[in-house]
Nanobody, 115 residues
Framework: QVQLVESGGGLVQGGGSLRLPCAASGSIFSPNIMGWFRQAPGKQRELVAR???????DYADSVKGRFTISRDNAKNTVYLQMNSLKPEDTAVYYC?????????WGQGTQVTVSS
């Protein structure tokens, strides 16, 4: 049983910044990959960024240079720093943890970027 607690969503103007933390608790096993996905209305869920236990990182091309993902292994917490936000970043953002024995998802947090 794994639980993910997300926070930090909200409304921000274009060009602004937002920071999303996600804390995992329960039966956490290493190694693992923690990441952020997003889903806009009428669109498929897409990977935003992910980071494994050793610190290897992948970003979607659309967010490279603007978003930064990091993690604190001792706290099982992942952070997504979002800068230079654009209206097309508007979506529900979901935290995810992937382990060999399975994965888990957070409830999602709404990010809205106004023009």
């Amino acid at each position: 049983q794994v639980q993910l607690v997300e926070s930090g969503g909200g409304l921000v103007q274009g060009g602004g910044s937002l920071r999303l933390p996600c804390a995992a608790s329960g039966s956490i096993f290493s190694p693992n990959i923690m990441g952020w996905f997003r889903q806009a209305p009428g669109k498929q869920r897409e990977l935003v960024a992910r980071i494994n236990t050793g610190g290897r990182i992948d970003y979607a091309d659309s967010v490279k240079g603007r978003f930064t993902i990091s993690r604190d292994n001792a706290k099982n917490t992942v952070y997504l720093q979002m800068n230079s936000l654009k209206p097309e970043d508007t979506a529900v953002y979901y935290c995810n943890i992937k382990m060999d024995r399975g994965d888990a998802w957070g409830q999602g947090t709404q990010v809205t970027v106004s023009s």
